[in-house]
C-alpha cells in the first residue's frame, strides 16, 4: 500500500491560535479522511475530504472550526481553528484503497 | 446508523497462548467490511485484518484469524502464539458503501501480553 505521513508529528499550542495538520501520501488517492482520537476513546469521523469538491463534515463538526483543503490526489490540510484545551486530542488522516483505509502516524496536540 | 461493539474493554494473555477478543457490530446493509486495526503505544493505526460481508470464509493473516457470524453479526479476532509485540490497543471497525467508505469503530480492547 501507499506510504502516508504527516507534519507535525506533536505541537503543544497556546489557546485561540490556530495549528495546521499536513497529510501526504506517496500516490494519488481519491478518498482522504480525517479523525479526531480524544484521550483515551477511540476514533471519530471528522471529515471526508475528496479533491475537487469541498469537505464532507460529520455531524458536530463544522468547517469553521476544522478547515481542510485537499489541493490534489496527494496531499491534505487540516486546521484546528481557535483552539481551546477540549481539541487536545490525536488526529489522524487516511486515506482509502479498495474498500481498506489506511493511517498516518498522527498528530498529537495539546492546547494550553 | 452502523454501530460497532466490543465488550472487552481489557484483556489479558501469556505469551504463546491464544487470546480472543469479541466485536459485534449493527447494519441493515448486505455490502460491508469489517475490519481489526492494531493501535500500540506509538499511536499509529495498523491494518491488522480485513473481512468482505460477501465472502464465507474467515480472514487469516499469520497469526490472525477472524470468526466472522454473519447472521450473529459477530466478528471475532483470535491472536495465536501471543507475542510481546501484540501488546496494543485493538479496534474493531465496519464500512459500508453506502456511508461513503466511512469507518465505524467500536470503543477498542487493550491486550496485555505477559511474559
Known amino acids: 500500500s501507499a506510504v502516508i505521513s504527516q507534519k507535525p508529528s506533536r505541537d503543544i499550542c497556546q489557546r485561540g491560535t490556530s495549528l495546521t495538520i499536513q497529510c501526504q501520501v506517496d500516490s494519488q488517492v481519491t478518498m482522504m479522511f480525517w479523525y479526531r482520537q480524544q484521550p483515551g476513546q477511540s476514533l471519530t469521523l471528522i471529515a471526508t475530504?475528496?479533491?475537487?469538491?469541498?469537505?464532507?463534515?460529520e455531524s458536530g463538526f463544522v468547517i469553521d472550526k476544522f478547515p481542510i483543503s485537499r489541493p490534489n490526489l496527494t496531499f491534505s490540510t487540516l486546521t484546528v481553528s481557535n483552539m481551546s484545551p477540549e481539541d487536545s486530542s490525536i488526529y489522524l488522516c487516511?486515506?482509502?484503497?479498495?474498500?481498506?483505509?489506511?493511517f498516518g502516524p498522527g498528530t498529537r496536540l495539546l492546547v494550553l | 446508523a452502523q454501530t460497532v461493539t466490543q465488550s472487552q474493554p481489557e484483556m489479558s494473555v501469556q505469551e504463546a497462548e491464544t487470546v480472543t477478543l469479541s466485536c459485534t457490530y449493527d447494519t441493515s446493509e448486505s455490502d460491508y467490511y469489517l475490519f481489526w486495526y492494531k493501535q500500540p503505544p506509538s499511536r499509529q493505526m495498523i491494518l491488522v485484518i480485513r473481512?468482505?460481508?460477501?465472502?464465507?470464509q474467515n480472514a487469516t493473516e499469520n497469526r490472525f484469524s477472524v470468526n466472522f457470524q454473519k447472521a450473529a453479526k459477530s466478528f471475532s479476532l483470535k491472536i495465536s502464539d501471543s507475542q510481546l509485540g501484540d501488546a496494543a490497543m485493538y479496534f474493531c471497525a465496519s464500512l459500508h458503501r453506502s456511508s461513503n467508505y466511512k469507518l465505524t469503530f467500536g470503543k477498542g480492547t487493550l491486550l496485555t501480553v505477559n511474559p
Open positions: 475530504a475528496n479533491q475537487g469538491s469541498e469537505a464532507t463534515y
Open positions: 487516511s486515506f482509502g484503497q479498495g474498500a481498506s483505509q489506511y
Open positions: 473481512q468482505e460481508a460477501y465472502k464465507q
